[in-house]
């Protein structure tokens, strides 16, 4: 067996009602506290009243990411609320653009400065030097499965990019992963998250980092999660789905965190540098696409992954059956399979090949030439 190393939270809570094991713990940490949130969900959600008895007996603050993915200029306004409470821990309660803030709200309160800094592919950045402050992770979707890794993805606006910060010193102290949390999630939410995950399993299963935890991981999870998508457009109330999609996304976090992913994540960071496409959404779009150029070198390990959910009808032709099962689950929740709505020039595809080059990219099965990666782009755009 080749070696490996496996990096995760220091401590995972799954499963529904595990939110009550949230003021444990905090109080590992400290009693001052940031809890950082989205823009409107948390605040009226029932969820706020039970969170906020969580804290009891602590000095919080609270702090609103602005909407949308997080930028280097909606990062630098929650650091400077952040920053000036001083917390000694930081409390995440939101999706996955709240985890990635966290993440970087962690790195910046304790060394501050721009976040470009320490955005791996910029000119001049440098490691994140040792331990940030410790923050926890309640997730309230299931698709990004960023509780459970390393990097903050983080759009830079000057330069039409996506570009991630790294680090085992951002992993989260705790991940409390409650599918509870998810049971109010709207389709268009669920479908993109979800797809999502469902990407970053399949990706993070034959990529060429791919290990045998990771491997084991996924195989586990994915039936859950195909199953899941398949069940909640029609049943969004449905607990023991949410549970499969919330395990699956969890499982798809630390996959990626330890065996990178691929060409569809790296299409959709270029994509979503340079304009307003939702990256699930993305994600999911170039996925089949995706599976066909890497068809000759993955068809084997895709037959193994998918065989337990449909069996000789999948493992015949995985790469035909995951690419069809991709768009017609995008079809379901009433999401365009391609993104020709959002208006992009498709003159633009060679400047979004060459973007495409960043640590997903790398990860790919196999190498794809600046002529594969545009063909890609034009049939999606």
Not at 42 to 49: C, D, I, K, P, T
Request: with cysteine; net charge neutral; charged share 20%.
């Amino acid at each position: 067996m080749l070696p490996f190393t496996l990096e995760m939270p220091g401590v995972v809570a799954y499963g529904s009602g595990s939110v009550s094991r949230l003021s444990s713990f905090v109080a590992e940490l400290g009693t001052r506290l940031v809890v950082l949130s989205g823009s409107r969900w948390l605040a009226g959600s029932s969820w706020n009243e039970t969170v906020a008895q969580a804290l009891g007996g602590c000095l919080v603050e609270q702090v609103r990411c602005a909407p949308g993915e997080p930028t280097v200029s909606s990062v630098a306004e929650a650091v400077r609320a952040a920053a000036e409470f001083r917390p000694d821990a930081i409390v995440a309660v939101g999706g996955g653009s709240v985890m990635d803030t966290a993440k970087a709200v962690s790195a910046l309160v304790r060394y501050p400065g721009s976040a470009e800094r320490f955005l791996e592919g910029l000119p001049g950045a440098v490691a994140i030097p040792g331990a940030c402050v410790p923050w926890i992770a309640v997730p309230t979707t299931a698709g990004t499965g960023a509780e459970a890794t390393k990097n903050a993805v983080i759009r830079v606006e000057s330069a039409g990019v996506k570009r991630s910060m790294r680090s085992r010193f951002l992993l989260a102290h705790a991940a409390i992963v409650d599918p509870e949390l998810t049971l109010s999630l709207p389709a268009s939410v669920t479908g993109t998250s979800g797809l999502d995950a469902f990407t970053q399993l399949v990706e993070a299963y034959v990529s060429r980092a791919a290990t045998p935890p990771v491997r084991s991981l996924v195989e586990g999870a994915f039936d859950g999660m195909w199953e899941a998508l398949n069940g909640l457009g029609a049943s969004p109330g449905d607990l023991p789905l949410r549970e499969k999609a919330s395990y699956g996304s969890l499982v798809s976090g630390i996959a990626l965190a330890n065996s990178g992913l691929g060409a569809a994540h790296g299409f959709a960071a270029a994509v979503g540098g340079m304009f307003e496409v939702p990256h699930g959404l993305a994600c999911a779009v170039f996925l089949p696409a995706v599976l066909h150029a890497n068809r000759d070198v993955i068809g084997s390990d895709l037959a193994r992954l998918v065989g337990g959910t449909r069996g000789r009808e999948a493992a015949k032709d995985p790469v035909g059956w995951l690419a069809s099962e991709c768009r017609r689950l995008l079809s379901a929740y009433g999401l365009p399979t391609d993104l020709r709505g959002f208006s992009i020039p498709p003159q633009r595809a060679a400047e979004l090949a060459e973007k495409a080059s960043g640590s997903s990219m790398r990860g790919n099965p196999r190498d794809l030439s600046m002529e594969e990666r545009q063909e890609i782009l034009r049939l999606c755009l």
